[in-house]
């Protein structure tokens, strides 16, 4: 199973950056396997707002969370993860989101995350972590 990050979800409804748009639209349209982080989730309803004055409104990622919640499946964090995150903190060099955010990946059975924010990992934990906006 596949997940996205926040910033894959701003960048597929961000225009300003035609090419990381593309790549973003791309991405998502094509996780037949995708699974929804309920923290990816929060994120992008609230980093969204940034995006009013391009013409992307509240409405419209509200109704982009409902579509991918039924395309995909919903992983939410219960007390394991954030015991799960505790650990990674120890082990690597994470911000408490982004430990939280991969704990969800292990805990929810997924194996492969794209983000643009752990270019210091190829992998944690057995999760692979691909940069879609890097070449390779």
């Not at 349209?29 to 004055?53: N, Y």
Request: glycine share 4%; net charge negative.
């Amino acid at each position: 199973m596949n997940a996205v990050d926040t910033n894959v979800l701003i960048y597929a409804h961000d225009r300003r950056d035609a090419t990381k748009n593309s790549i973003a639209t791309s991405l998502i349209d094509s996780l037949l396997d995708g699974v929804l982080l309920w923290q990816v989730a929060c994120e992008f309803l609230w980093a969204s707002r940034k995006l009013g004055p391009f013409g992307y409104d509240q409405t419209q990622a509200w109704s982009e969370v409902r579509r991918l919640r039924l395309a995909w499946r919903t992983v939410a964090p219960d007390w394991s993860v954030m015991d799960r995150a505790s650990t990674l903190l120890s082990n690597y060099s994470l911000s408490y989101w982004d430990a939280m955010i991969i704990a969800a990946c292990l805990d929810g059975g997924v194996t492969l995350l794209y983000s643009e924010d752990f270019d210091a990992y190829k992998s944690i934990e057995g999760l692979s972590l691909v940069n879609p906006f890097k070449a390779p």
